[in-house]
């Protein structure tokens, strides 16, 4: 099956879908992998190093397109790259098919199966395949490390004898997947850590990583079928923002990361929280690309309020692209191995499988995913 491997045009973007390795694990399926020059090169790999590992090169875009039965990316399609693609190819890639309906309706017109990497289940079977969690992780560690080179203390506590320094306080909103990174590495970096999250399940990871779980009682918060948070009614976010005002205004760094799948973060920070900081303190908001944790934080830019910077860098694993790519790409992989059938060497879409159906966005001119469906509808 022929497998072809897109550059990322995305600007900014270093991470690549796949690495040189999972081309070799690849070709010991039996597919036939095409990249286009340059393919690796923002995270440091050579044309060389993947064609050592058995790929060909195509430097025609467009054939690379149109000709490829598979094609593996990290960023959702262009329209203009949807139109070259043949009926029946898969496309396995980020889709953002929540807000991207234009797109969806294209890959549905085109014929293309689409797989969305979102909506991979998070289950324990699925994790190997899980690309939310594999990227958050890594954007947790970055994201403590951004504040830690922007504030203007250090981290751990320190007793020398020019005196005791005294260790950041660190308050982290959200503990799932990057939360829990974050406390991690605000932890081995010697900060004192408090942590809230919705989901009341969570307080015992938080405490087992040596942080402290702040208790607010929002009454029944409950959790999703999927793992996932529920959305908090508009008393509960308020109730929620005033017993966290305190400890904002104590904290040296807010690192935010509270999400609710498929819907628009909740404004957890206010404006006036972050002025009721000390000047110096630091916040970053994970959330800013797609509506912002924290009122005022601006995509992509790190502003001052009062103060404070208050961070909003989109795409943190960019950061780490090399293992971003590295972790994507065995996400990918393990993905396409799943659905391997070894004796005809293809990948098969089974509407029986376990896990596929709840990712396949598009299929046979048809949406096929129900939630998606139903939003289009
Ligand atoms: P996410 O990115 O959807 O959300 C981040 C966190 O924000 C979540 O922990 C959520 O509870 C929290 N949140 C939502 N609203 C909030 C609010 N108002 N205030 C504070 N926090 C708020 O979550 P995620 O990191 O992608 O993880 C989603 C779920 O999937 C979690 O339960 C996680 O443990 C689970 N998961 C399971 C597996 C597995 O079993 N294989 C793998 C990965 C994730």
């Known amino acids: 099956m022929r497998i072809a491997i897109p550059k990322e045009t995305h600007p900014g973007e270093n991470r690549v879908p796949v690495v040189p390795g999972t081309v070799k694990k690849l070709c010991l399926l039996g597919a036939e992998v095409t990249i286009e020059p340059g393919m690796g090169e923002g995270s440091g790999f050579t044309d060389e190093q993947y064609t050592e590992a058995g790929a060909s090169i195509e430097p025609d875009r467009n054939k690379l397109f149109s000709e490829a039965e598979i094609l593996l990316r990290l960023r959702k399609p262009t329209l203009e790259e949807v139109a070259l693609m043949s009926s029946g190819c898969i ?111 969570v307080a015992e990871q938080v405490r087992s990583l040596g942080a402290t779980f702040l208790d607010i009682d929002l009454g029944d918060t409950g959790e999703t079928a999927g793992g996932y948070a529920k959305e908090l009614t508009a008393e509960q976010i308020e109730k929620q923002r005033q017993a966290q005002k305190d400890v904002i205004a104590d904290s040296d760094v807010v690192i935010t990361t509270a999400q609710v799948f498929g819907r628009k973060p909740p404004v957890i920070v206010t404006r006036d929280m972050v002025e009721g900081m000390r000047p110096g303190s630091v916040v970053v908001d994970m959330a800013a690309e797609t509506g912002g944790n924290v009122e005022g934080s601006v995509p992509n830019e790190t502003v001052e309020i009062n103060g404070v910077t208050v961070i909003g860098q989109a795409n943190l694993p960019n950061e780490v692209c090399r293992d971003a790519s590295q972790m994507y790409s065995s996400n990918l992989f393990n993905l396409v191995e799943d659905a391997w059938d070894k004796e005809s060497k293809r990948f098969v879409i089974d509407f029986e499988h376990d896990i596929l159906p709840g990712c396949i966005i598009t299929h046979g001119g048809e949406v096929t995913n129900e939630t998606i469906k139903n939003i289009l509808a």
């Not at 994790?127 to 970055?142: E, I, P, R, T, W």
């Not at 981290?155 to 004898?161: H, I, K, S, V």
């Not at 005791?164 to 004192?192: E, H, M, N, S």
Request: net charge positive; hydrophobic share 45%; no cysteine.
């Open 91 to 201: 496309h396995i890639s980020y889709l953002d098919p929540f807000n991207e309906h234009e797109l969806v309706r294209a890959l549905q017109k085109q014929g293309v199966t689409s797989i969305s990497m979102e909506m991979i289940p998070r289950t324990t079977r699925s994790q190997k395949m899980d690309a939310l969690s594999s990227q958050a992780n890594l954007a947790g560690y970055v994201m403590v490390l951004l504040a830690a080179t922007r504030l203007p203390s250090i981290f751990p506590m320190m007793m020398t004898p020019a005196g005791t320094l005294k260790p950041a306080k660190v308050f982290i909103i959200g503990a799932g997947v990057a939360g829990l990174q974050a406390i991690a590495t605000a932890k081995r970096l010697g900060a004192k850590v408090t942590a809230f999250d919705t989901r009341p399940v």
